[in-house]
Nanobody, 123 residues
Framework: VQLQASGGGSVQAGGSLRLSCAAS????????MGWFRQAPGKEREFVTA????????FYADSVKGRFTISRDSAKNTMYLQMNMLKPEDTAVYYC?????????????????WGQGTQVTVSS
């Protein structure tokens, strides 16, 4: 499956962005989906994941209550609504697809990765 992330940009602290991840070349509903991010000089970290059905979600503590993950099977697309953004949210955000059920939070559990989209939050 191929993944294309989009929607990144530059916003001020407290602002919002919505990222999209369009999937093609596979059966979207087969995959758990997730978002990861990597800031300059830091390791990639888990942000959030959603199960194949969309019925289960899991968030990193750092984004809980501010970010919302969702998926639209009719459009083969996953979304990340990011509200109350902070400068520490600045990173390249990657979407990924996993054949592991549930809401996997480890990068190694994901088989397919998108190219990343830059999010920059200024104070």
């Amino acid at each position: 499956v191929q993944l294309q992330a989009s929607g990144g940009g530059s916003v001020q602290a407290g602002g919002s962005l919505r990222l999209s991840c369009a999937a093609s070349g596979g059966t979207f509903s087969r995959y758990s989906m997730g978002w990861f991010r990597q800031a300059p000089g830091k390791e990639r970290e888990f942000v959030t994941a959603i199960s194949q059905s969309g019925g289960s979600t899991f968030y990193a503590d750092s984004v809980k209550g501010r970010f919302t993950i969702s998926r639209d099977s009719a459009k083969n697309t996953m979304y990340l609504q990011m509200n109350m953004l902070k400068p520490e949210d600045t990173a390249v955000y990657y979407c990924a697809a996993s054949v592991v059920g549930g809401t996997p939070s480890i990068g190694g559990q994901y088989r397919y990765w998108g190219q990343g989209t830059q999010v920059t939050v200024s104070s």
